[in-house]
C-alpha cells in the first residue's frame, strides 16, 4: 500500500457547516480525513495505540472513561485520520496554559513513511497556537528513536537539560 500524503491538504465544509480537512491522496481507497476523533471511537484509538506500539495504561491513565471525559471536554484536541471509518492516525493535544503538548502520536504501520505523522502533528499545532500557545513540546521515551525522528525533523529540538519526574498514585496510573 502506498499513500502519498505529500499532496496538498483539502479544506472542505460539511452540510452542515463544520470544517474538515481532507489529504488528496493516491491510491485506490480515495483520501484520508483529518477530524476529531469521539467518545464512541475510543475503541479504535486503543487498537490504533496497540497496532502503533505504543504503551497503553488501560487501568491507568488511558482508562475509557478517562479519555471519554477528556474528549468531551477538549473534542479539538483529539484528532484522527481516517480512511473512511478507519483510525489510520491520531495525535491528542493538551495545553497546561503555557506550553502546547504533542502528546500520543500514533500511524498505522501500514501508512507510516509517507507524511500522515506530518500532517497530524501540524494540524495539532494550529489547534494549539489559535489558543495562544507558542512554545509546543512533546515528551518521547528513551526506547523510541523513530519518534525522535519525526519530531527532529519537524523542527523540534531536544532539551538536554531537562530530566522529567513523575509521582503515581498507583504504579498503572
Same mark, same amino acid.
Request: charged share 25%; proline share 2%.
Given at each position: 500500500m502506498h499513500i502519498n500524503v505529500s499532496a496538498k491538504l483539502i479544506k472542505a465544509r460539511t452540510d452542515e457547516g463544520r470544517v474538515i480537512e481532507m489529504i488528496d491522496r493516491l491510491g485506490p481507497a480515495g483520501s484520508i480525513e483529518i477530524r476529531?476523533?469521539?467518545a =464512541?471511537?475510543?475503541? @479504535?484509538?486503543?487498537?490504533? #495505540?496497540?497496532?502503533a506500539g505504543l504503551p497503553c495504561r488501560p487501568t491507568g491513565r488511558d482508562r475509557i472513561e478517562h479519555i471519554a471525559r477528556e474528549m468531551e471536554e477538549e473534542p479539538r484536541l483529539w484528532l484522527? @485520520? #481516517?480512511? $473512511?471509518? *478507519?483510525?489510520? $492516525?491520531? %495525535?491528542?493535544a493538551s495545553d497546561d496554559g503555557r506550553k502546547g503538548w504533542i502528546n500520543r502520536l500514533a500511524v498505522h504501520p501500514e501508512y507510516r513513511s509517507q507524511g500522515l505523522a506530518r500532517v497530524?502533528? &501540524? *494540524? @495539532? &499545532?494550529? %489547534?494549539?497556537?489559535?489558543? =495562544?500557545?507558542?512554545?509546543?513540546a512533546v515528551l518521547i521515551e528513551d526506547d523510541n528513536p +523513530?519518534?525522535?525522528? %519525526?519530531? +527532529?525533523?519537524? =523542527?523540534? %529540538?531536544r532539551e538536554e537539560h531537562i530530566i522529567y519526574y513523575t509521582k503515581r498514585d498507583r504504579p498503572e496510573a
Open positions: 476529531p476523533i469521539s =464512541g471511537q475510543i475503541q @479504535a484509538l486503543l487498537s490504533l #495505540w496497540k497496532d484522527g @485520520a #481516517w480512511e $473512511g471509518e *478507519r483510525l489510520v $492516525g491520531a %495525535v491528542f497530524l502533528v &501540524e *494540524r @495539532a &499545532e494550529e %489547534v494549539l497556537r489559535r489558543r =495562544g500557545r507558542e512554545v509546543l +523513530t519518534s525522535m525522528d %519525526v519530531f +527532529t525533523h519537524l =523542527g523540534y %529540538v
